[in-house]
């Protein structure tokens, strides 16, 4: 399945959400897509990772997705008119579709969630990351340093002792070369921490609107 193929499955199976949560799921795969297009991956590679459209779509809808199917199935067969199916699917066409106590509902979760979120950023997260990041700043840190070993041996030659004093050169190519090392290791390390970042705060994002069950 290729890119234009999940994100049609998706736009049709995420019909029964409001307009504004559909648009901010579509989003998150599109630019899932271009995040996994810009590392080499092919679309289909990408599609994979991503998972089954139709997993995708239930953990999107919960209980709405068994009632949509249900309603799509009776609309097909004849046996209902567009009038009488749920609140759910009439949603999309300006039918008022949540009772006002199940809003209200959601949005105390919702803004307890935000307060649990906040308290595991503050107190787990939050140090957690920003430990990491700090260590990654040291180790890119000694990657600069051996890498420029070398241009300060060449500059100790040229403005202090005005000969080459070999023990300082072999040292300042062996800095190098660690230097190099670790300066793959540190790119690398780099795109790593990045993606789990991302995908920290989309967690954040997905469990503060309710999604994950």
């Known amino acids: 399945m290729n890119r234009l193929q999940f994100m049609n499955r998706m736009k049709e199976g995420l019909d029964p959400l409001d307009a504004q949560e559909r648009a901010e799921l579509l989003s998150d795969y599109e630019q899932h897509f271009d ?3 810009s590392e080499g991956k092919s679309e289909i590679e990408i599609a994979v990772e991503l998972g089954n459209p139709e997993d995708l779509i239930k953990e ?6 068994f009632q949509d199917f ?4 009776l609309l097909s067969q004849g046996r209902v008119h567009n009038e009488e199916l749920t609140p759910y699917n009439r949603s ?3 039918s008022p579709s949540v009772p006002k106590e199940t809003s209200n509902q959601g949005t105390t979760a919702r803004f307890f969630r935000a307060i649990g979120l906040v308290f595991l950023d503050l107190l787990l997260a939050l ?7 700090a260590l990654w700043i040291s180790v890119a840190g000694i ?4 890498i420029l070993a070398p241009l300060l041996a060449i500059l100790d030659f040229i403005m202090i002792h005005k000969q080459v004093v070999l023990p300082e050169l072999f040292v300042s190519l062996v800095f190098f070369g660690i230097g190099i090392l670790v300066g793959i290791f540190t790119l690398w390390s780099m795109r790593r921490l990045g993606q789990w970042t991302a995908g920290y705060f989309k967690w954040n994002r ?3 609107k309710g999604k994950e069950h």
Do not use: H, K
């Open 35 to 37: 995040m996994g297009l």
């Open 143 to 146: 990657s600069v340093s051996g």
């Open 60 to 65: 999107a809808l919960g209980d709405r997705y």
């Open 206 to 208: 997905t469990v503060l």
């Open 70 to 73: 249900q309603d799509r199935e």
């Open 92 to 94: 999309s066409q300006g």
């Open 127 to 133: 140090p957690i990351a920003l430990t990491i990041w």
